[in-house]
């Protein structure tokens, strides 16, 4: 299990409590910037580097790691294929891309393979940063850009009611749950908004999980649009 920090002050600073990431992309000057920004982070510790896919699938399996930040396009092998490879073998690593692309295939690809969030390299130091705090800590991120995709992709669906496996079975506050989980909400923000505490909301996203027979949150969130089980106007 993955240890958040900032759910527990009395652990910020001590070594075990690190969140360790692997760099994986072809570009050596990226990769030396983005370790020099995540290095500033007293909670942040780069444990490896990659420049192919099939390097940073060597390394996910050969070294422990929290988070994974992936590019698209790399040689061998590509960060889609390599998220999905990843994510068979070492389901609790979080996997953050970091790209230059926003087409739909990519965003919708990356997402469906398992990866907790999207961002491009456009993003400020500090949108990196926040991102990987976020997915460690269960959210999933998007870039705006992608995340207009997204919502275009589920809009032109025809939205027509449908039931896929266990999805039957989900509360009205479930639903309600992963309605505001769809439009990008945090944990926190959906407590929030529907005056329950974190800890409630994380336990209906655990359940929501098992009845629809998903690994992520954003897996069950697209199953739902797709279906029609929830919907974001």
Do not use: C
Not at 85 to 113: F, S
């Amino acid at each position: 299990m993955n240890i958040n920090p900032f759910d527990d002050p009395s652990v910020v600073g001590r070594i075990e409590s690190k969140i360790k990431i692997i760099l994986a992309d072809d570009h050596p000057m990226l990769r030396a910037g983005i370790r020099h920004l995540l290095e500033r982070e007293d909670d942040f510790e780069v444990v490896g580097e990659a420049s192919d896919g099939d390097q940073v699938i060597r390394l996910a399996n050969e070294i422990i790691s929290d988070v994974v930040i992936m590019d698209i396009h790399m040689p061998k092998v590509s960060g889609l294929e390599a998220t999905k490879r990843i994510k068979a073998i070492h389901p609790a690593i979080a996997i953050l891309v970091l790209t230059i692309h926003d087409e739909d295939e990519y965003v919708v690809g990356l997402l469906q393979a398992g990866a907790a969030g999207y961002l491009l390299k456009t993003a400020y130091g500090e949108e990196l940063v926040q991102a990987i705090r976020s997915i460690v800590a269960g959210e999933f991120v998007l870039h705006p850009v992608a995340g207009q995709r997204l919502l275009k992709i589920a809009a032109g669906d025809n939205f027509t009611p449908a039931k896929i496996d266990g999805a039957e079975q989900l509360t009205t506050r479930e639903l309600q749950v992963l309605t505001l989980a769809a439009k990008g909400m945090s944990n926190r923000d959906i407590a929030g908004d529907l005056d329950i505490r974190v800890r409630t909301v994380k336990g209906h996203l655990v359940n929501i999980f098992a009845k629809m027979q998903v690994g992520s949150r954003i897996e069950a969130v697209l199953n739902a649009l797709k279906k029609g089980l929830i919907r974001l106007d």
